[in-house]
Nanobody
Framework: QVQLEESGGGSAQAGGSLRLSCSASGDTYSRGCMGWFRQAPGKGLEWVSLINSGNSGFSSGHSTDSVKGRFTISQDNAKNTVTLQMNSLKPEDTAMYYC?????????????????????WGQGTQVTVSS
């Protein structure tokens, strides 16, 4: 089992920045790909940024097109954490953000972008961007 605890989030003005962090505990060796999904009011889940914690060395992760160039995902494997730095925020980034972990070790593999592939989910943290 992997437990995920999110921190960060909150409110920002358009053009501002926020940082989300997710700390994994429990069976962290098997956490696999980690990252973030989000759900805006009245909409479905959308993958945001994902990174493979099973990759040795530097891993840049990847992000959905709508946040590329604005959001950066990074990981600290020694601390079992992933961080999402969100810059140039837009009102359409307003959503509940969920930290996820796949729960499968696949070193070198690309991360799946479907929520059905992620076994572990955090409670979510709200991000609100005002215009």
């Amino acid at each position: 089992q992997v437990q995920l605890e999110e921190s960060g989030g909150g409110s920002a003005q358009a053009g501002g920045s926020l940082r989300l962090s997710c700390s994994a505990s429990g069976d962290t060796y098997s956490r696999g790909c980690m990252g973030w999904f989000r759900q805006a009011p009245g909409k479905g889940l959308e993958w945001v940024s994902l990174i493979n914690s099973g990759n040795s060395g530097f891993s840049s992760g990847h992000s959905t097109d709508s946040v590329k160039g604005r959001f950066t995902i990074s990981q600290d494997n020694a601390k079992n954490t992933v961080t999402l730095q969100m810059n140039s925020l837009k009102p359409e980034d307003t959503a509940m953000y969920y930290c996820v972990a796949e729960g499968a070790i696949r070193p070198g593999a690309a991360c799946y972008t479907s929520e059905s592939n992620y076994r572990y989910w955090g409670q979510g943290t709200q991000v609100t961007v005002s215009s």
